[in-house]
C-alpha cells in the first residue's frame, strides 16, 4: 500500500472488507439514481424547450445509453489506481450532470449556441462518464465476492436507485425543486459520493481532497442560486417579465406581463393572452351553450385556468359545473393569485363549480352522470398522452354523458395552420355518431382558431348571446362557420387511440408553419 492510502488495483481489490463492500453497493444505490436522474432532466427539458416530447424523451434517453454502452466499454483500458480513478469519474459526472440542466437552459435563452446540437453533446459527455461508474465499482469488488454474487449484488442495486428516482422525479423533485435545482442535487449526491469513498478507502490526498469540496461548494452554491439563475433566463426567453413559475408535475407554468398584459405559457407554448383571450372562450362556451336555455349541468374539461367558467357563469339557470383538469397546480395558481383571480372573474371560486383533479378519460370511466353541456378545452393534440383525448375511444366515452338534446364543444387547433389536424378532429366526432357544426374565429395571438360543435341532433345558430360579451354577436356568427377555400375541408381518417395518426400530423403541420412546436 503507498501511503498516500491509494494502493494500485490489485493491492487494493485483494482486502476490501464487508463494510467497504457494503458502502461500495450503497454507493451504487446512489449513483444509479443519479445517473438515471440526468437523463431524466435532459429529456424534460428538451421537451419543455422544444415541444414534441416523444421525439426528445426517446432520442435523449436513446443516445444517453448509447454513450453510457460506450463508457462500459472504455473503462477496460482504464487501470492503476481504481479507487482513485473511481472518485475522479464522480467529481466528473456530479459537475457536468449537475450544471447541464443550468447551462442548457441558459444556452438557449441566450441564443448564443446551437442548443440542439449542445443538448445531445452534453447528454453523450454525461452518459459516457455514468457508463464508466459500475464497472469500476465491480472491478473495485471482484476480487472479495463472487463474479455471480458480484453481478447480482451491484445490478439489483442499480436498478432498485433507478426506480427509486423514476418515482421521486415527476411525484417530488420535479415540483419542488424544478430541473435545474434537481440537476444541482444529483451533482451534489455524486460528489457526496466521491467525498465518501476519500474517506473509506483512507486516502490522504490533499489536492483530490480540495477538488471534492471545490466542486462541492460550486454545486451548493449552484443550488443556492438556481431561482435567480431561472428567473433571469425566463425573461430572455419570453421577453415579459416573469410574475410565476413553477414545475408542477406535469408540466412547466409560467406566467408573465407586460405593462396590462398577462400571458400563460405551459411548456413554453402560449395558452391565452389577457389581450384578447375573450375572443377565445366567448367563441369555445356561446355559439352551443346559448342554444340550451334548459341547460342546468355542465362539464368543463381542461380549462384550468377558468375562462371557460367565467364565460359559462353568464347563464343565471347553470346549476353546477364540474371542471376536471389533470394539474392541480393550475387551478390552484388561478383561484388564488389576486391577478389570475380577476382576470377569470374568481370562477374558480363560485359555489356551483367543483374542481376535480384527474385525468379526464379516467375520470369519465368512474362516473355516469350526464350532462347539458359539455366543454373539451383540452391543449392541442401535441403528444400522444394528449391526442388520446381527441380520439374515437374518448369521444365514445364523452358521448355516453351527454344528456339528451346536450351539446359537446371541442377546441381544435388551427384550421389555417393545422388544416388536416383540424378536420381530422371533426372526423373522429363523425365517426363516433355525432352530428358537427365545425367552426373558427380570429384570435390575434394565435391567429384562426377552430372548434367543433357537435351532439345528437346538429347544432343549431343561436337567437340570443348573454349580454356583455366584447366580441360575438348574433348577425355576425353564422360567419364562423363558414370556411374559406384555405381553410375548407380536407380529406382526413379518424384519430383512433391504437393509431394516434393525429399527433404525427399536428406536429408536421406545425413544423412546417414553424407553430408552437
Excluded at 20 to 28: F, R, Y
Excluded at 226 to 250: P, Q
Excluded at 310 to 316: A, N, Q, T
Aim: hydrophobic content about 50%; aromatic content about 12%; proline content about 4%.
Amino acid at each position: 500500500m503507498s501511503d498516500s492510502g491509494f494502493g494500485g488495483a490489485v493491492a487494493f481489490e485483494s482486502r476490501v472488507p464487508a463494510r467497504l463492500q457494503h458502502a461500495l453497493l450503497a454507493s451504487v444505490f446512489v449513483i444509479a439514481s443519479c445517473g438515471l436522474a440526468y437523463e431524466l432532466v435532459a429529456a424534460a427539458l428538451a421537451s419543455y424547450l422544444l415541444g414534441d416530447s416523444i421525439t426528445q424523451f426517446s432520442t435523449v434517453i436513446g443516445a444517453y445509453l448509447f454513450a453510457m454502452g460506450i463508457g462500459s466499454w472504455l473503462s477496460r483500458y482504464i487501470g492503476g489506481d481504481l479507487a482513485r480513478r473511481f472518485v475522479e469519474v464522480e467529481l466528473a459526472v456530479g459537475m457536468l450532470g449537475g450544471f447541464t440542466a443550468m447551462g442548457l437552459f441558459l444556452a438557449f435563452a441566450a441564443h448564443s449556441a446551437p442548443f440542439r446540437g449542445l443538448l445531445y453533446l452534453s447528454v453523450l459527455a454525461v452518459g459516457v462518464l455514468v457508463g464508466l461508474e459500475i464497472p469500476l465499482v465491480m472491478r473495485i469488488l471482484k476480487r472479495e465476492v463472487r463474479f455471480r454474487d458480484l453481478v447480482s449484488r451491484v445490478l439489483a442495486v442499480d436498478y432498485l436507485g433507478a426506480l427509486a428516482v423514476s418515482l421521486a422525479f415527476p411525484l417530488l423533485l420535479v415540483p419542488r425543486l424544478g430541473l435545474m435545482r434537481s440537476g444541482l442535487l444529483f451533482g451534489l449526491l455524486n460528489v457526496a459520493v466521491a467525498l465518501w469513498a476519500l474517506r473509506l478507502f483512507g486516502a490522504r490526498r490533499r489536492k483530490l481532497s480540495i477538488l471534492a469540496w471545490s466542486c462541492f461548494a460550486l454545486l451548493l452554491g449552484g443550488f443556492v442560486a438556481a431561482g435567480k439563475i431561472a428567473d433571469a433566463a425566463e425573461g430572455w426567453i419570453y421577453g415579459d417579465v416573469v410574475i410565476h413559475a413553477e414545475d408542477s408535475s406535469y408540466q412547466r407554468i409560467v406566467v408573465t406581463r407586460w405593462r396590462n398584459e398577462v400571458r400563460l405559457f405551459l411548456n413554453r407554448n402560449l395558452q391565452f393572452s389577457s389581450r384578447d383571450e375573450y375572443r377565445y372562450h366567448e367563441a369555445l362556451v356561446h355559439p352551443g351553450l346559448a342554444t340550451l336555455p334548459r341547460a342546468r349541468k355542465v362539464l368543463v374539461m381542461g380549462g384550468g385556468d377558468g375562462f371557460a367558467l367565467r364565460e359559462i357563469l353568464r347563464y343565471p339557470q347553470i346549476e353546477s359545473i364540474v371542471l376536471v383538469d389533470l394539474d392541480p397546480a393550475m387551478t390552484r395558481l388561478f383561484s388564488s393569485a389576486p391577478l389570475l383571480v380577476q382576470l377569470n372573474g374568481g370562477a374558480l371560486n363560485d359555489a356551483r363549480v367543483r374542481i376535480v383533479n384527474d385525468d379526464a378519460a379516467r375520470w369519465l370511466e368512474e362516473h355516469v352522470d350526464t350532462f347539458d353541456f359539455i366543454v373539451a378545452d383540452f391543449p392541442d393534440p401535441s403528444s400522444f398522452a394528449l391526442g388520446k383525448l381527441y380520439s374515437t375511444g374518448f369521444y365514445r366515452l364523452v358521448k355516453q354523458h351527454l344528456a339528451p338534446g346536450g351539446r359537446l364543444v371541442v377546441q381544435s387547433t388551427s384550421p389555417y395552420y393545422a388544416r388536416r389536424s383540424f378536420w381530422t378532429i371533426v372526423a373522429t366526432l363523425d365517426a363516433v355518431g355525432l352530428k358537427t357544426a365545425p367552426y373558427h374565429a380570429l384570435v390575434p395571438s394565435f391567429g384562426e382558431w377552430g372548434y367543433v360543435l357537435a351532439g345528437e341532433e346538429t347544432p343549431t345558430l343561436p337567437a340570443a348571446y348573454p349580454q356583455g360579451l366584447r366580441f360575438l354577436t348574433v348577425a355576425g356568427t353564422a360567419d364562423l362557420f363558414h370556411f374559406p377555400g384555405d381553410m375548407s375541408r380536407v380529406p382526413a381518417e379518424p384519430n383512433r387511440l391504437d393509431e394516434q395518426g393525429l399527433v404525427r400530423v399536428f406536429e408536421d403541420e406545425w413544423r412546417e408553419a414553424g407553430g408552437p412546436q
